[in-house]
């Protein structure tokens, strides 16, 4: 099997440092063509044997430079946050270099399940993977659920679970499941996408998890971790919440009501956005050959 050559767009981003890790670790070299190519505005990184930087102002189908630098790379990822100009631009320059696969920075929630009830949801991302789909390159999206980051998500920032300083909150059923992954998960789990051979066998969506909890779970650790014991302020049901939810959104995003969001499109169960009846798990990392799975530390 040939290697294939890999663009990044965010490696110093959130979800940049985990694949940098997994790029670290050496499981995929005998996968990858290196170096490796990081776009990045930064002007003082030195590139490796396995990291080469390319220093760009501004992300633009425009710069020549990059689009040198890009000119026969087999796979493009995406791990910069959801700019609407950096997606255009992104779109543009894969029409032009045509990439075998792209994977876009989708992650967390299932855009298109939480569609079926609550139009327009992070609309944004959804749209950007479709825009490059019709530039005919294969375009994979890479579904995580909810992230599990000891000391944050899901530990101590839990407003996902109803948890405020006063109480719970709780929407629909408190031992309701839903999905959640590790960040160096994800950054392995990227690694195993973009070195799958062959790519044309890769679906649209791929699934993961690290772990299956429930609110229950996130209440009983944070608890515990602070020696508290938290008392329900207030109860809605899975129907209440997605109404809720409903209305908040009619009125526009909000980036203050986002766990509020979270908490309500887990409320709502089993292929609602945060709970998947079908992992691919085993797609992307067969019996646990590549890495052991992480878990939610209860």
């Known amino acids: 099997m040939s290697k294939v050559s890999i663009a990044i767009f965010g490696l110093h981003g959130f979800l940049g440092e985990p694949t940098l890790e997994a790029i670290k670790s050496g499981k995929f070299d005998s996968k990858i063509a290196y170096p490796i190519k990081a ?34 790379i087999d796979v493009i990822i995406e791990l910069t946050g959801p700019d609407p100009k950096v997606f255009s631009e992104l779109e543009k320059i894969t029409a032009e270099i045509k990439p075998k696969l792209f994977i876009p920075s989708q992650f967390g929630t299932d855009i298109d399940q939480v569609d079926t009830y609550a139009p327009g949801f992070l609309a944004l991302k959804s749209q950007h993977s479709a825009a490059l789909r019709k530039t005919g390159t294969k375009v994979v999206d890479i579904i995580t659920s909810l992230f599990i980051v000891p000391g944050k998500f899901l530990y101590e920032w839990v407003g996902a679970a109803g948890i405020t300083e006063e109480g719970i909150n709780v929407i629909g059923d408190i031992n309701q499941k ?12 990227v690694l195993a996408v973009a070195t799958y051979n062959p790519i044309s066998k890769l ?17 009983d650790q944070y608890s515990k971790a602070h020696n508290k ?30 766990l509020f969001y979270l908490q309500a499109i887990a409320a709502q169960g089993l292929d609602k956005g945060l709970y998947f009846s079908k992992l691919d798990n085993e797609l992307v990392n067969p019996g646990e050959s590549i890495w052991k799975w992480g878990k939610y530390q209860k």
């Open 229 to 258: 014991n938290l008392k329900i302020l207030s109860t809605k049901s899975a129907e209440e919440g997605k109404k809720e939810f409903q209305e908040k959104l009619s009125s526009g995003f909000n980036l203050n009501d986002f």
């Open 203 to 219: 679906p649209d969506i791929i699934r993961i998890g690290s772990d299956t909890i429930t609110f229950q779970d996130v209440i």
């Open 178 to 189: 839903f999905n959640v992954s590790t960040l160096p998960d994800i950054g392995y789990t």
């Open 39 to 72: 776009i990045t505005r930064k002007s003082d990184l030195k590139s490796t044997d396995k990291i080469e930087y390319v220093t760009v102002s501004e992300v633009s189908a425009n710069d020549s430079n990059l689009i040198s630098a890009l000119k026969g």
